[in-house]
T-cell receptor, first 115, second 113 residues
């Protein structure tokens, strides 16, 4: 089965600083999803990456998928307290999205942003 | 637009008591439905998924069961709760290619005492 390893497990930054969260897979990623979760709440979809070398941005958050499609990074520029939460990567374990959406998730990265 | 409702938001149950968590989806037909459990606010573990009424697949053997009596209703149950069943339970749905991933419910925090 596919395993996703996220690093770091937790991150504390000062407001305004940039940061990067990594997600590494033991197998080729056919669909990589980034979600954000605030404590005690459901997950909010951020971005999905499919192609090697793909990069997407939403406001101050940029996600990239490497050419080999085994690692993704999430970069936040000029962090704000509103960015705080748990960031999770999820992956579709089968090519072409044929796994009925049975995503495998990493363990999450807890982000704290101090004002 | 599509929405997903999950209740209750929090639940404290004694060991050995039954459990029923409900999830309903609005604004879509024949969605794929999922139950996930999240321990200690970290990674998600897929418990059950369903591609249609009465079709349930279990991902891990456990003390829980799931049912889908209607197209847009997904229920997570247990006859006798264990302490280890405590956690944050999330319902989610998807439809077609996962171009936008899942849509998650707001979750139920279950504490078994």
């Amino acid at each position: 089965s596919q395993e996703l390893e996220q690093s770091p497990q937790s991150l504390i930054v000062q407001e305004g600083k940039n940061l990067t969260i990594n997600c590494t897979s033991s197998k080729t990623l056919y669909g990589l999803y980034w979600y954000k979760q605030k404590y005690g709440e459901g997950l909010i979809f951020l971005m999905m990456l499919q192609k090697g070398g793909e990069e997407k941005s939403h406001e101050k958050i940029t996600a990239k998928l490497d050419e080999k499609k085994q690692q993704s990074s999430l970069h936040i520029t000029a962090s704000q307290p509103s960015h705080a939460g748990i960031y999770l990567c999820g992956a579709d374990p089968l090519a072409g999205g044929t796994s009925y959406g049975k995503l495998t998730f990493g363990q999450g990265t807890i982000l704290t942003v101090h004002p | 637009s599509q929405t997903i409702h999950q209740w209750p938001a929090t639940l404290v149950q004694p060991v050995g008591s039954p459990l029923s968590l409900e999830c309903t989806v609005e604004g879509t037909s024949n969605p794929n439905l999922y139950w996930y459990r999240q321990a200690a606010g970290r990674g998600l573990q897929l418990l059950f998924y369903s591609v249609g009424i009465g079709q349930i697949s279990s991902e891990v053997p456990q003390n829980l069961s799931a049912s889908r009596p209607q197209d847009r209703q997904f229920i997570l149950s247990s006859k006798k709760l264990l302490l280890s069943d405590s956690g944050f339970y999330l319902c989610a749905w998807s439809f077609g290619p996962l171009t936008e991933g899942y849509t998650f419910g707001s979750g139920t925090r279950l504490t078994v005492v």
